[in-house]
């Protein structure tokens, strides 16, 4: 946090000393240098916690201390010293703390008691469980129509409190349901099953030691799932080709020094990453995938290059696509990819020639108002040369938060299938909703509309998620409930409803014990694989509840005598949780025992398996007609904002204000383009500017006094930091077929600082 403000480029490689440093500095700010440590050699363990960091898989689970900058940052977070303790509460008014940055609020500590807020203080004052659950029970009884109220979910949730929260919810009477993975991989969850018929990933851990080649679009692995770079390092070295579709430079596919190899720390050397990093432009994927596919069609046609085995026998499609993929020009695959063609041939020729190539995608696929096709795309790249389900090849979409997946695969959804009900109902015996309910965008909207009184938040920060930040935050202020299971004090507890509860628990690093004794959880990774997690630490502080016993606080007092639910025998012991979820989802046959294996063991993939679950039975070629470009696009004044994460947070949750790779210190005001862009526009690096969107809603949505940063960076693009940009994405700006909003295009002017700043 103390960094001084600058700008300054960070020449060493990702990961190495760098990385030690940073974490070491990281366990002393949270006051716990030596119990963090401690706590770190336990992460990711067989008799350990998984860690509350990313989704990215461990070698079985069963691995030796793994080194992970932020992993370690994830965890020490979790197991700060400070505390958020009443008397802090009492010290501070909502409005005071509503002033506060988002770092400040949760330096503030782990949360310790359930605190209600009070309007004639405008305090939170502790509250006794039992009130508290008596209030949301009273608040959601009164609800005429139980649609009117929302429960959101974010992906650190174990899959038993998760199961056990939309049990309560469709036992109540409603599948709203918005999810932090609809601001994520939703068009990933939407996009796939049309293609390959399950909405999930194709390759395991292993498909990374013999992939021949390795396609990285729009996902920074040295900072978002830093274990990620054992595999590519390990591919790297033994001569598998990667390549990085992306408009920054990112130093970790550049080039990165394991903290685990004695020899590169001590020569102070690194492993090259990526080949080949192409700097495509913000919103130009679809583009280059059309443009790989164009050339490799042609080459087709001069000797065959695609799998015509595979593609007979388990695909539908492929003349549309060749169609539309033949009536594409190559000038507007320029134009919107930012790419040359000779360069998107050379990318395509490396993908062509491997035996086997992995297909690897994160948040600048996903979140453009043409995500779930630009996901499509991929698909249909892999496709063209049989690379699902077979050894060394596959779709690899990096999941998020560590058990966003899991959440999905046990029943968090707005859309549940009429299969899944049928057993819910014949499991429990109560018959739940089959009417669609909300996801977060069209939550909100209903919010807006009045139409909702109540909302309940597992985790997460949704008011500083959300796009279009006015807009979320009068809806939430219109609500008579809110609630937050939390563990660290956050915005969306200051944007609150006309009564607000805070409700603080245990996080995935702690001791859970229940009637029968201590409990684990199981999450599921990336790959599917799921497996369990023992939290080990002493609580940080007695009043916490695990979330699965404050789901059971919740239904009880909101069903009253009318549940089937045997609440308190589920909370009691987890494995009943376990064999409920069995019971409803065949695939975890034998859960318990299962899971007592080290390793965990792995959720198949149909699509692993060449099983196609489409309505065509095959795998589908699906047609994206255009490039997706914007309408806005051809105002030479517009530049595509994209919105990224630092190397210092976690979402909404930010470690310091530096972000090392990227050469920023002490600051997050700033914006990214190349000096170019500056130039054209008659200002200087370093100039303050205002970002305006550019939408025709009338609306004014700006952020001010942003320091504008020279940066090898694609023409007509410009990147700057989540969460603080969210304002300037409207609500309408969203992928019309997941409902992903386009956090990584939005269209802006820069315009000169109305209060010039600069310092
Ligand atoms: N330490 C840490 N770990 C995390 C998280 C965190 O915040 N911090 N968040 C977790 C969550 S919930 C998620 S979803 C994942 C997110 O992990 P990522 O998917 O890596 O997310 P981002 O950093 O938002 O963006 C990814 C990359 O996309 C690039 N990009 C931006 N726009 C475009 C574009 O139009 N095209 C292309 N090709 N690239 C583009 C950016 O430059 C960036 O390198 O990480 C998870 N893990
Ligand atoms: N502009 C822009 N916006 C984005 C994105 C982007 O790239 N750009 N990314 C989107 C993505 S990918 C995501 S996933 C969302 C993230 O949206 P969320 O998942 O809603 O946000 P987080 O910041 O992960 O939530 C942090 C809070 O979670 C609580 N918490 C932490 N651990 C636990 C726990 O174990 N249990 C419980 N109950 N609570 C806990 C803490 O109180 C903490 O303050 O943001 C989305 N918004
Ligand atoms: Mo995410």
Known sequence: MSDRKRIHPYNQPAGGWGALKALGEHLVEQGIPVRGARTLLRMNQPLGFDCPGCAWPDPKHTSSFEFCENGGKAVAWESTAERCTPEFFEAHTVSELAGWSDYELEMAGRLTHPMAYDPASDRYLPVGWDEAFATIGRHLSALPDPNMAEFYTSGRTS??????????????????????????????????????????????????????????FGQNPGTNSPRMMTSLRNASRRGATILSFNPFRERALERFQAPQSPFEMTTLTSTPISRCLYQVRVGGDVAVVKGMMKFLVAQDALSPVLDWEFIRKHTMGIAALVADLKATDWADIERQSGMRRDEIEQAAAVYMKAPRAIVVYGMGITQHRHGAAAVQQLANLCLLKGNIGREGAGLCPVRGHSNVQGDRTVGITEVPTAEFLDRLQARFGFKPPSAHGHNVVTALEAMTRGEVRVFVGMGGNIVAAMPDWQVTRDAFRRLDLTVHVSTKL??????????????????????????????????????????????????????????????????????????????EALVADYDRIRSAIEDVFPIFGNYNARIRVPGGFHLTSSARERVWNTPTGKANFLVFPGLGEDPDQHDPDVLWLTSVRSHDQYNTTLYSLSDRYRGVWGQRDVVFLSAEEIEKRGFRPGDRVDLVAVSDDGIDRRVCGYQLVAYSFPAGSCAAYYPETNPLVPLQAHDPMSFTPSYKGIAVRIVRAALDKAA
């Not at 995935?508 to 799921?530: C, F, K, N, Y």
């Open 159 to 216: 899959n038993e409190a998760a199961f056990l929260y939309q049990l309560f919810v469709r036992e109540y009477g409603t599948n709203n349901f918005p999810d932090c993975s609809n601001m994520c991989h939703e068009a990933t969850s939407v996009g796939l099953p049309q293609s390959l018929g399950v909405g999930k990933g194709t390759v395991l851990l292993e498909d990374f030691d013999t992939a021949d080649c390795i396609l990285i």
């Open 490 to 567: 956050n915005r969306s507890h200051l944007v609150h409803g006309r009564q607000a509860l805070i409700l603080p628990c245990l996080g995935r690093t702690e001791l859970d014990v229940q009637a029968t004794g201590p409990q684990s959880i199981t999450v599921e990774d990336s790959m599917s694989m799921v497996h369990a997690s023992l939290g080990l630490n002493t609580p940080a502080s007695p009043h916490l509840k695990s979330e699965p016993a404050i789901v059971a606080g919740m239904a009880r007092a909101a069903l009253g005598s009318r549940t089937v639910v045997d609440w």
